[in-house]
């Protein structure tokens, strides 16, 4: 069973930084491409970053372009954001998400339960 | 304001048949992206219901299905339950953002 676990959230002041961790199991974890997407309070889902199978071939939404990176751990099985410089509209919940491949597109199938992180003094 | 285009909210009586819509551009669908599509729960992860346009995973019904035409594609949703009653996304890549792109969402309520 595909299992993705988020933690590292929480209250951060603006201009502060927080790591997230999303630890996973039940699949190859090297194989596969990984993505975080947030969904701010009743708000819609917006994807943030993803890393693909390389280490090097991350890539990011504009919005948090040059202040989040992401991450992996292919021994620990795990995945990282790291966000600096926090702004209100960072406040979300952050989800992992496990990218599947489909003759040449993709789409998020398995999904973790979130976590939260709230940008506020 | 979302890249992919879709009603606020839909709504229909159980056992009626209803239809998301989710319009995007010539450099999203249009270009030949897949369009997926997700369900979710208030307050519980978005879950996968629809991928590659037409695709059902394990465990999704029948009742269920996806299509896409120009820039833009659809849910369908027949026999409606009150089980379906959730929120629901698109999602499909966007060539000149080079980003993935979702929907603003629809509200599926069941009267």
């Known amino acids: 069973e595909v299992r993705l676990l988020e933690s590292g959230g929480g209250l951060v002041q603006p201009g502060g930084s927080l790591r997230l961790s999303c630890e996973a199991s039940?699949?190859?974890?090297?194989?596969?491409?990984l993505d975080w997407v947030r969904q701010a309070p009743g708000k819609g889902l917006e994807w943030v970053s993803g890393i693909g199978t390389a280490l090097n071939s991350a890539n990011y939404a504009d919005s948090v372009k040059g202040r989040f990176t992401i991450s992996r751990d292919n021994f620990e099985k795990t995945l990282y954001l790291q966000m600096n410089s926090l702004r209100a509209e960072d406040t979300a919940v952050y989800y992992c998400?496990?990218?599947?491949?489909?003759?040449?597109?993709?789409?998020?199938?398995?999904w973790g339960q979130g976590a939260l992180v709230t940008v506020s003094s | 304001q979302s890249v992919l285009t879709q009603p606020p909210s839909v709504s229909g009586a159980p056992g009626q048949r209803v239809t998301i819509s989710c319009t995007g551009s010539?450099?999203?669908?249009?270009?030949?992206?897949?369009v997926h599509w997700y369900q979710q729960i208030p307050g519980i992860a978005p879950k996968l219901f629809i991928f590659g346009n037409s695709n059902r995973p394990s465990g999704v019904p029948d009742r269920f299905s996806g299509s896409n035409s120009g820039t833009s594609a659809s849910l369908a949703i027949t026999g409606l339950q009150a089980e379906d009653e959730a929120d629901y996304y698109c999602q499909s890549y966007d060539i000149s953002l080079s980003a993935w792109v979702f929907g603003g969402g629809t509200k599926l309520t069941v009267l």
């Open positions: 039940g699949f190859s974890f090297s194989s596969y491409a």
């Open positions: 010539n450099s999203n669908i249009g270009a030949g992206y897949h």
């Open positions: 998400a496990k990218r599947q491949w489909l003759v040449g597109n993709y789409h998020f199938d398995y």
